[in-house]
């Protein structure tokens, strides 16, 4: 079966600019993450959803980041007002579950955002 | 201070050689932990997962930790080419690892 999904796989675009990420999680997976992998760094986790409960929000940076999760499959992540240091590679994971480890996240291979 | 601090590397060893990969933490509430694979240009795959202290081996790969001295092991034996990438190890105080923490990466080639 087809594993999680991100697009676009590249973005470049001018600071200010509004971006939209886009994750297609494995089929059946209830859990969603999004992290931020910047150069040189490991991955900050910005946001989790399983689900109907509500997301955990925690480690979004700042107000300008935001996610939704339509129909418990598909996400969002949006980026209001980019700024230079928004360039990074994010990274879309599901899992089947969140309660067991031999229920792993599985990645996307990210969106590289390039913020001129 | 960051959680998890990893060796960033770049590590290079010949083929055949046996590779050890480090991290340290700081937060004694960790009991999971992972280790993964990242190709360039790709996401992170998991390698393997333990609970607590002690050893795990999957093939090629033992996984080790030593939670006495919050700092966990990864050994390649008879690396190859193949296992040329970059790789985290994670960490998480509760089962389900909603939220894991990272280690920066270390990124291993392996010279034929």
């Known amino acids: 079966g087809a594993g999680v999904s991100q697009s676009p796989s590249n973005k470049v675009t001018e600071k200010g600019k509004d971006v939209e990420l886009r994750c297609d999680p494995i089929?059946?997976?209830?859990?969603l993450y999004w992290y931020r992998q910047s150069l040189g760094q490991g991955l900050e986790f910005l946001i989790y959803f399983q689900g109907n409960s509500a997301p955990d929000k925690s480690g979004l940076p700042s107000d300008r980041f935001s996610a939704e999760r339509t129909g418990g499959s598909v996400s969002t992540l949006t980026i209001q007002r980019t700024q230079q240091e928004d360039s990074a590679v994010y990274l879309c994971?599901?899992?089947?579950?969140?309660?067991?480890?031999?229920?792993?996240?599985?990645f996307g291979d990210g969106t590289r955002l390039s913020i001129l | 201070q960051k959680e998890v601090e990893q060796d960033p590397g770049p590590l290079s060893v010949p083929e055949g050689a046996i590779v050890s990969l480090n991290c340290t933490y700081s937060n004694s509430a960790f009991q999971y932990f992972m280790w993964y694979r990242q190709y360039s240009r790709k996401g992170p795959e998991l390698l393997m997962y333990?609970?607590?202290?002690g050893n795990k081996e999957d093939g090629r790969f033992t996984a080790q930790v030593d939670k006495s001295s919050k700092y966990i092991s990864l050994f390649i034996r008879d690396s190859q080419p193949s296992d040329s990438a970059t790789y985290l190890c994670?960490?998480?105080?509760?089962?389900?690892?909603?939220?894991?923490?990272f280690g920066q990466g270390t990124r291993l080639t392996i010279n034929p």
């Open positions: 994971a599901s899992s089947l579950g969140a309660g067991r480890l031999d229920q792993p996240q599985h």
């Open positions: 333990t609970y607590s202290s």
């Open positions: 994670a960490m998480s105080a509760v089962q389900g690892a909603q939220k894991l923490v």
């Open positions: 089929s059946g997976h209830t859990a």
